[in-house]
Nanobody, 115 residues
Framework: QVQLVESGGGLVQPGGSLRLSCVVS????????LDWYRQAPGKERELVAV???????NYADSVKGRFTISRDNAKKTVYLQTNSLKPEDTAVYYC?????????WGQGTQVTVSS
């Protein structure tokens, strides 16, 4: 059974940082690509960052240079380090993976950037 559980969200001032974590249960962690998505109120869910099993990464243009995705295979955890946060980064952030024809999502963690 694959489950994804996010943590690390919160309220932060503009220019601040947060590190989001996502623990993936089950035995597939080492072989799957892992993603972070986000969804702001009234907007569609958008892809933020991707990391492959070989640690190749890719980012949305809106977060390049500010966000960093990483993975720890021993801890079965994927991270999203978010720096220089802006009010427009406010959203629910979701961890995601795809395996054996199935999409797996976490429950989401709220990030609010406000002064």
């Amino acid at each position: 059974q694959v489950q994804l559980v996010e943590s690390g969200g919160g309220l932060v001032q503009p220019g601040g940082s947060l590190r989001l974590s996502c623990v993936v249960s089950g035995t597939i962690f080492r072989i799957v690509t892992l993603d972070w998505y986000r969804q702001a109120p009234g907007k569609e869910r958008e892809l933020v960052a991707v990391i492959t099993p070989g640690r190749i990464t890719n980012y949305a243009d809106s977060v390049k240079g500010r966000f960093t995705i990483s993975r720890d295979n021993a801890k079965k955890t994927v991270y999203l380090q978010t720096n220089s946060l802006k009010p427009e980064d406010t959203a629910v952030y979701y961890c995601h993976t795809y395996y054996d024809s199935t999409n797996y999502w976490g429950q989401g963690t709220q990030v609010t950037v406000s002064s």
